[in-house]
């Protein structure tokens, strides 16, 4: 299973970050701070994996984001390698040619997209059509446009 | 401000984050978010009750808060609140909070279990999935305990939806991992196990990773999975790439799925079936030669997703170890990867290849791959990929190859990257030891360690090679030579003067006749290092010179002199000065005769397990170091020869014990148990050797000591050295004695005796340990899977096997374990495959040792393996005349065995004959003229001979209860094996 999935831009400012099995804030950081050092140091052209502690890293950079995951020792590399890139793509279909600032304004969203791709650390559903019909189908239920224009800003 | 997406915003959240991007420095972010708080705070506050927006707004600020790295102590019960909201956005973001954010408040959980419980029960699916990830989220032991019995139900019930059953399913995986004790699988494991059928991809895909790990646990209740998944795989291999729609990925048809029911066959041996076998060994060849054509499409992720699958095919034809055609399909398919353009391919081929040079079939094949090996070593560009290299040089380390590989590796630490030396040093250390032949050329290269990278040798490895010079003594000249030549040099690394001093002090006397290396000369050059060195090098020096002065009298008053000056005998560390005070007393007042007792030659150490090994394995974490290296006994450190050496009667053993200092680690202070084993009176002991000059008396005490614990390792390695002593000290003395092997279990036997009509089932089981078993046998080999599961939430550590055959067993039977997992998680189960070969015919079971740590207390139990003599029979049929006619000529009397013996269980026909062929024998019908009575037949098939068997069981089914009774005759051509089967099977009736 995938330990952790932390999304983090080329100045090592974390954008997004999923724990997949509970830890101390003490731990998190301490694996955010190792990963973004680790990953940011990596050369070009590098493989895309690391080994740290008895946890197999993948990252891997779309644009100026770093995908970073932690992976248990039976689990499959290139495929986890995947499972970034069909993230980046489900991003990508919903925010439309998706950027770091969409995941900054609308994390909650990456959140949840997130949620209907991966569950516990496990694929939940690799259908990018089924997982886009789900989020859709819960944008329909929230408000229209007109009702959230109308709200206040404070 | 980008443009607001599709669906809900909140346009707050959107200013606020903006503002936060704006704020120039970390401080105006501060104040804009202690702003934000204040403002959030008095909202909560407020007399008006908020609305549900506002309260989402402020949550989801909160949390965006919490993201950036700020502690967020308040508004968990606003969000709460939003969870039982009936608008699907306001319970989105209080779920996203409560998972993020959550704490143990047991308060908090109660409520939050409530909206979840609500949700469960709406039948609304999208509430459905969200309550379930929230508890995927969360996972905690009190949501575990509300949702583990109703997971389930929602998981196989005929009306649930899809994308509800994939919740379900992985979130009940998540509550089996926290506590698997409350997820109780029994009625619904079929069920279960059949969701590998369903039609949905996407419920297989998430119900697989559940079936996996539930049969890692119980592979027993879950083995109908097996052919399940191979017809599923099956299925997925031979689709054209359009077939499985949306499934396919960059047209690879269902890769995480056909990755996962590889896996998932991985937690099993090859499929008995025949035909389960054969298909399953079709789809495999049909991914190795699905490699082999042009690529569907140039993307990155095609082949990526393709070659996932291959790796995972791979991983499991390692595992099965048992198809040597498909082992060396594998390992070629490897070596094309080795020189694949894509980086990622050659890591992972380099790591795949290190598990494959551990497979007797494959180890041949790996080797082939040398020299590019090598070469990835010296050349490629990624620190990541080379230390892969490195390790697989070290897996397909052998006789053979080991010199090559050895100078390799050491060439190559001349530039090895800082973060990769000191196991480099470690594993060449090893690969040293383990393939010497002549041990000129271990001291040679472990010198040569010394010298090119110092710093990243630890003092394992130079006590080991110290050790090993000890111990043998046609290497001790040479080593004093080698040693005094490497000395020469202008700079010479700390630990050379250490091993210099060690054996110049013990063997100088060797090289002392050339002129060259006179014993002055010896000590010039010894003492020309002294001052640059390290206080605890330079104890190590003074116990040198000591051992000079009984070695070479002429040395006396140089080294004398040097004792006696200023700067050793008043050194402000105490160690020294002591050192100083004490050897100068000692050569001057002792006579020759005690001299030379008190610095007689150092014993031989006992022989054990390298330390250094224990060293890598703490490095490396579990399962790094290749199995080959692995004999079992991983705790026994080398060099800890205190432990076992009570005596501490002597003059420098005195002197630890009044020595508290840092620079412990010279003076055998490993912790404090030697030390405190020995009498207070220590000091007088001191006099004792002096007054009354006697040379014979303290001799055997005074060798002991000391010396020998200079080599003692300092104390924050005596965790590796010692696996098990971690640490306390106090307990030390006791740990070692418990360390041996426990005796067998009083029911050792019995449990043995329940083995030997069957092969598989519960070997044992107490509060902690759960041992399963399954083995196969054919011709004289036999292989054993022993499943070890932790029944405690705790883990184990330290856990080690090991498998001995006491006394002459050892001749007859060879048992061969893999290595197994030092970490036993709670609730974790771990597989060990032991091979068995039986070489001759034998009476006595091989004794399985079980070590580990739980809670800190060391858990020691030996149990008898089953493997008994039958299981090497091989059923014979024959007609009757031939049956007595065999039974004829195997008449002489020590051919025969014979026992009477009364019914233990009821006389079920069936029964007895279920039994009779679990034996192993061919049960033969119409044989015995007497229906009532049982013949076999089998031949036993062991390495050197096969011996012939008969088998008569007559049973007197009328008497009483009570009064049944058995007579068994085993006649064979072979004595041993006549009595052995008879008490055997006298057993099992």
Redesign the interface.
């Known amino acids: ?1 995938m330990r952790f999935l932390l999304l983090f831009s080329r100045q090592g400012k ?1 954008r ?2 999923k724990w997949f ?2 830890m101390t804030e003490r731990e998190k ?1 301490k694996i955010i701070r190792d990963m973004t050092t680790m990953v940011l140091a990596r ?1 070009p ?7 740290w ?2 946890l197999k890293i993948v990252y891997k950079r779309y644009a100026s984001l770093y995908f970073c995951c932690g992976l248990e ?2 689990d ?4 986890a ?2 499972v970034l ?2 993230y980046v793509e489900l991003l990508d279909k ?2 439309g040619s998706v950027c770091e ?2 995941i ?6 990456a ?2 997209i997130l ?1 209907e791709f991966l ?2 650390g ?9 997982i886009a019909k ?1 989020i859709e ?3 329909m ?3 229209t446009m007109e009702e ?2 109308s ?4 | ?2 443009a ?9 959240l ?2 606020f ?1 903006s503002d936060i ?1 704006n704020c120039k420095s970390k401080e105006a972010e501060i104040k804009r978010i202690n702003k934000e708080l204040a ?1 959030i705070r008095s909202k909560f506050k407020g007399d008006k009750a908020l609305d549900g ?1 506002s309260k989402k707004k402020y949550v ?1 600020k909160l ?2 808060i919490f ?1 950036l ?1 700020h502690d967020i102590d308040f508004g968990h019960m606003e969000a709460v609140n939003l969870l039982s909201s009936n ?3 306001e319970k ?2 209080g779920y ?1 909070f409560i998972s ?1 954010l959550v704490n143990s408040n047991s308060e908090l959980i109660r409520l939050i279990n409530n909206a979840i419980k609500n949700d469960l029960s709406s039948r609304n699916p ?1 509430f459905m ?1 969200l309550a ?2 929230c508890i ?1 989220n ?3 032991r009190e949501m575990a305990e509300a949702f583990a019995g109703e997971i389930p139900r929602i998981l196989v019930a005929g009306d649930t939806m899809d ?1 509800v059953k ?2 379900a399913a ?2 009940l ?2 509550l089996y ?1 926290t506590s698997p004790d409350l997820v109780l699988m029994g009625e619904w494991t079929s069920r279960v196990v059949h969701l590998l059928n369903d039609q949905h ?2 419920v297989v ?2 119900a697989i ?1 559940l079936i996996t790990c539930l049969s890692q646990k119980n592979p027993d209740e879950f083995k109908t999975c097996v052919s399940l998944a191979v017809s599923r795989l099956s299925r997925i291999v031979s689709s054209a790439s359009t077939d499985l ?3 396919t ?1 960059y047209f690879v048809p ?4 056909s ?2 029911l590889l ?1 998932l066959l ?1 937690c099993y041996p090859p499929p008995e079936d025949g035909a389960v076998k054969g298909r399953l060994v079709e789809c495999l060849e049909t991914i190795l030669n699905k490699a082999q054509e042009p690529p569907k499409s140039k993307k990155v ?1 095609h082949s ?2 393709k ?2 699958i291959l ?2 095919a791979i991983a499991l034809i390692i595992h099965y170890d048992s198809e040597p055609n498909l082992l060396v399909r594998a390992c070629n398919q490897l070596g094309q990867f080795l020189q694949h353009r894509e ?2 391919l ?3 081929a380099l790591e795949s290849m290190c598990t494959l040079a551990s497979s007797e079939f494959s180890h041949e094949a790996v080797k082939t791959h040398i020299e590019t090996v090598i070469n990835a070593l010296k050349t490629e ?2 620190v ?2 080379r ?1 892969r290299a490195a390790d697989l040089l070290y897996a397909m380390c052998d006789r053979s190859n080991a010199k090559q590989i050895v100078a390799e590796m050491l060439s190559y630490l001349e530039t090895a990257d800082y973060s990769i030396r000191e196991e480099m040093v470690l594993k060449v250390a090893i690969l040293a030891e383990k393939y010497a032949v002549d041990y000129s050329w271990y001291v040679d290269t472990i010198l040569n360690l010394i010298r090119i990278a110092g710093d990243y040798v630890s003092e394992e490895v130079w006590y080991r090679v110290i050790q090993i010079v000890i111990n043998r003594d046609d290497v001790q000249g040479y080593a004093a030579k080698t040693v005094f030549e490497a000395l020469q040099a202008p700079a010479c690394h700390e630990n050379m003067v250490k091993v210099g001093g060690y054996i110049l002090g013990e063997f100088g006397n060797l090289i002392a006749g050339d002129p060259r290396s006179s014993p002055l000369v010896q000590f010039n050059l010894l003492h020309s290092k002294f001052h640059l060195c390290s206080v605890p090098t330079r104890a190590l020096l003074l116990s040198a010179y000591i051992k000079f002065i009984n070695l070479f009298p002429e040395t006396k008053t140089t080294i004398q002199e040097v004792l006696r000056c200023d700067s050793q005998i008043r050194n402000s560390d105490v160690e020294l000065q002591q050192r100083a005070v004490e050897y100068l007393k000692l050569s001057s007042i002792a006579s020759t005769d005690v001299l030379a007792t008190v610095l007689e030659e150092m014993p031989p150490f006992p022989e054990r397990e390298s330390s250094i090994l224990a060293k890598l394995k703490k490095k490396k ?3 790094a170091v290749s199995n080959e290296l692995e004999e079992g006994k991983r705790e026994g450190g080398e060099l800890n020869g205190a432990g076992e050496r009570p005596g501490d009667s002597s003059a420098i053993g005195a002197s630890n014990a009044s020595t508290p200092s840092p620079s412990a680690d010279l003076l055998g202070l490993r912790s404090a148990a030697p030390v405190s084993a020995a009498p207070p009176s220590a000091g007088s002991l001191l006099v004792d050797v002096f007054s009354e000059a006697g040379p014979a008396a303290p001799a055997a005490s005074v060798n002991d000591d000391g010396f020998l614990r200079d080599l003692e390792p300092p104390t924050e390695s005596s965790d590796s050295l010692l696996a098990e002593g971690s640490g306390d000290s106090d307990s030390a003395p006791p740990s070692v004695v418990s360390e041996d092997p426990a005796p067998p279990l009083p029911e050792s036997d019995e449990l043995l005796n329940k083995f030997v009509c069957k092969n598989n089932g519960v070997l044992f089981e107490n509060q902690l340990l759960q041992i399963g078993i399954k083995s196969e046998y054919r011709q004289n080999l036999g292989r054993m899977y022993l499943f070890y599961g932790n029944k405690t939430s705790v883990q184990f550590v330290s856990f080690t096997t090991t498998v001995s055959c006491p006394g002459e067993l050892q001749s007859h039977l060879n048992v061969q374990l893999k290595p197994v997992d030092p970490l036993v998680e709670g609730g974790a189960q771990v597989q060990q495959v032991i091979n068995i070969e039986c070489i001759t015919d034998f009476s006595e079971a091989p004794i399985l040792n079980i070590k580990f740590r739980y809670g800190g207390a060391l858990q020691n139990l030996s149990l008898k393996l089953p493997v008994t003599i039958n299981k090497f029979f091989q059923p014979t049929e024959m007609a009757s005349n031939d049956f007595f006619q065999r039974w004829k000529q195997l008449s002489q009397p020590q051919q025969e065995a014979q026992k009477i013996f009364k019914a233990n269980h009821a006389m079920d026909t069936e029964v007895i004959k279920a039994k009779l062929l679990g034996l192993g024998t061919a049960l033969l019908d119409k044989v015995d003229p007497n229906p009532e009575n049982f013949v076999c037949a089998g031949v036993i098939q062991t390495k050197s001979q096969q011996v012939g068997c008969l088998l008569r069981l007559e049973p007197n089914a009328q008497a009483q209860p009570g009064e049944q009774m058995y007579r068994l005759t085993l006649r064979s051509s072979k004595d041993t094996v006549s009595k052995r089967l008879c008490d055997l099977l006298a057993e099992q009736f």
């Open positions: 299973m974390l997004l970050q099995l509970p950081k050369k052209r590098t493989c895309n994996f690391l080994h502690r008895d020792d039976q499959n590399e290139l495929l390698l995947e890139h069909r919903y925010f600032l969409d900054i304004f609308n994390f909650e969203k959140y949840f949620d569950m516990g496990e694929i939940q559903e690799t259908s990018k059509q089924s789900s189908a819960s944008d239920l929230q408000e959230y224009m709200k206040p800003a404070f | 401000m980008p607001v997406s599709k669906g809900d915003g909140m346009r707050g959107a200013v984050i991007r403002n927006y989801c949390l965006f993201l790295g608008k699907y956005t989105q973001i996203l993020v999208t999935c379930l990830h995927a969360v996972g905690s994308s994939q919740s992985l979130c995986l998540r991992k991809m996407g895909t998430a990773s729609q949306d499934y990925y269902a890769p995480w799925l990755c996962k896996r991985q992720q990526n997703a070659n996932a790796f995972e980086t990622n050659r890591y992972l560009r990624d990541s990929v230390q974490g579990p399962g």
